[in-house]
């Protein structure tokens, strides 16, 4: 079997890091031939993913150039994959609009978060091209039920195949963290976008009281960095940038005392498995797919500073490290998707 993976950028996010580990996981134990598509070019991770051997087709230009819709066709049709999967609103748009005509290889469209916001026009299209999607795929039941409600999908066709986690990378410190007096080191790991909450962490910060002696550090990188170190100056917080090895990630959480999650949405985030794989206290929002990654969170409302105060003011004190809940790792990720291509191959026959 040949499949085509289809992603608008190639960044290492949460989604991006999960179908690199699906791909490779896969190419391993040859469940499949991967051929990974981005449709922006020049992505460095998108790079170390050539390195490591798997084959990588790269656009550029304007989305809405028709011109590069009929070449994402030609890649598409031409290259002998048995199924074509897409990752996210845009290039789940992008590649059914590519594949618009009498003949086309099936379809798997992943969803990666609950996504209410989305408008009413990108509702449409999405219902528009439910006749070029065979199946779906969510990373949690909250997402599959946003694919029935945004897509107009029916429930049968909805998969949900939660997020691997590597084990061996992703595991509590050998020593416990010793601070030597130091203040608690409290930290994050996201795209700095709005829907991440990040400017609510900040807000938090500022109503911690100064008897808690602690930094903040926020891993990532995103078009949000400027406004977010405007907003905390004078305040504790770092942002040194984005870790794009999950080795460095996890050697990252292993230097914390708490961990923090403060999105206004998610679907199921890698970080929270992660950070409760190396035995790290957790604070998250109450944000879709949270409740169900790991137990012994300390939960609180999106955009609620005051709550998250609080709650990392508790862990701090009193802490309670999380627990992962339902882990698998890349190959089982890799071979659950396997079955989702021949069912859409055996639908589209």
Same mark, same amino acid.
């Given at each position: 079997?040949?499949?085509?993976?289809?992603m608008?950028?190639?960044?290492?996010?949460?989604?991006?890091?999960?179908?690199?580990?699906?791909? *490779?996981?896969?190419?391993?134990?040859?469940?499949?031939?991967?051929?990974?598509?981005v449709?922006?070019?020049?992505?460095?991770?998108?790079?170390?993913?050539?390195?490591a051997?798997?084959?990588?087709?790269?656009?550029?230009?304007?989305?809405?150039?028709?011109?590069? *819709?009929?070449?994402?066709?030609?890649?598409l049709?031409?290259?002998?994959?048995?199924?074509?999967?897409?990752s996210?609103?845009?290039?789940?748009?992008?590649?059914?609009?590519?594949?618009?005509?009498?003949?086309r290889?099936?379809?798997?469209?992943?969803?990666?978060?609950?996504?209410?916001?989305?408008?009413?026009?990108?509702?449409a299209?999405?219902?528009?091209?439910?006749?070029?999607?065979?199946?779906?795929?969510?990373?949690?039941?909250?997402?599959?039920?946003?694919?029935?409600?945004?897509?107009?999908?029916?429930?049968?066709?909805?998969?949900?195949?939660?997020?691997?986690?590597?084990?061996?990378?992703?595991?509590?410190a050998?020593?416990?963290?010793?601070?030597?007096?130091?203040?608690?080191?409290?930290?994050?790991?996201?795209?700095?976008?709005p829907?991440?909450?990040?400017?609510?962490?900040?807000?938090?910060?500022?109503r911690?009281?100064?008897?808690?002696?602690?930094?903040?550090?926020?891993?990532?990188?995103?078009p949000?960095?400027?406004?977010?170190?405007?907003?905390?100056?004078?305040?504790?917080?770092?942002?040194p940038?984005?870790?794009?090895?999950?080795?460095a990630?996890?050697?990252?959480?292993?230097?914390?005392?708490?961990?923090?999650?403060?999105?206004?949405?998610?679907?199921?985030?890698?970080?929270? *498995?992660?950070?409760?794989?190396?035995?790290l206290?957790?604070?998250?929002?109450?944000?879709?797919?949270?409740?169900?990654?790991?137990?012994?969170?300390?939960l609180?409302?999106?955009?609620?500073?005051?709550?998250?105060a609080?709650?990392?003011?508790?862990?701090?004190?009193?802490?309670?490290?999380?627990?992962?809940?339902?882990?698998?790792?890349?190959?089982?990720?890799?071979?659950?998707?396997?079955?989702?291509?021949?069912a859409?191959?055996?639908?589209?026959?």
């Amino acid at each position: 079997m040949k499949v085509i993976h289809v992603m608008g950028r190639f960044a290492a996010s949460g989604t991006e890091r999960q179908l690199a580990g699906m791909i *490779l996981a896969a190419a391993r134990a040859g469940l499949w031939e991967p051929t990974l598509c981005v449709l922006r070019a020049g992505e460095p991770y998108a790079q170390e993913m050539a390195e490591a051997g798997i084959p990588l087709v790269e656009f550029d230009g304007p989305d809405a150039d028709p011109r590069r *819709l009929a070449s994402l066709r030609r890649v598409l049709t031409s290259g002998g994959h048995d199924v074509v999967h897409s990752s996210l609103y845009g290039a789940n748009v992008l590649t059914r609009l590519a594949l618009v005509g009498s003949s086309r290889p099936p379809v798997v469209v992943s969803e990666r978060r609950v996504e209410d916001w989305r408008s009413k026009p990108a509702r449409a299209v999405d219902r528009a091209l439910r006749p070029l999607t065979d199946e779906w795929i969510g990373n949690s039941p909250d997402v599959a039920d946003f694919v029935v409600r945004a897509h107009g999908a029916p429930r049968a066709r909805v998969h949900v195949i939660r997020n691997g986690i590597d084990t061996d990378v992703f595991h509590p410190a050998g020593e416990p963290r010793h601070r030597a007096g130091g203040p608690l080191r409290i930290g994050a790991v996201g795209r700095l976008v709005p829907v991440k909450g990040f400017d609510v962490l900040i807000e938090a910060v500022r109503r911690l009281t100064p008897d808690l002696d602690a930094e903040f550090v926020v891993v990532g990188e995103g078009p949000e960095r400027s406004a977010l170190e405007q907003q905390a100056q004078g305040l504790p917080v770092r942002f040194p940038g984005g870790l794009h090895d999950p080795s460095a990630v996890a050697d990252f959480l292993r230097t914390l005392d708490v961990f923090v999650l403060p999105s206004r949405s998610e679907g199921l985030p890698n970080v929270v *498995l992660e950070a409760a794989a190396c035995g790290l206290p957790v604070v998250s929002t109450r944000a879709p797919g949270i409740e169900g990654a790991a137990s012994d969170l300390v939960l609180v409302e999106p955009d609620d500073a005051a709550g998250l105060a609080a709650a990392l003011t508790s862990q701090a004190l009193h802490p309670v490290p999380a627990r992962p809940l339902g882990v698998q790792s890349f190959e089982a990720v890799a071979e659950a998707h396997r079955a989702v291509y021949a069912a859409a191959a055996a639908r589209r026959a």
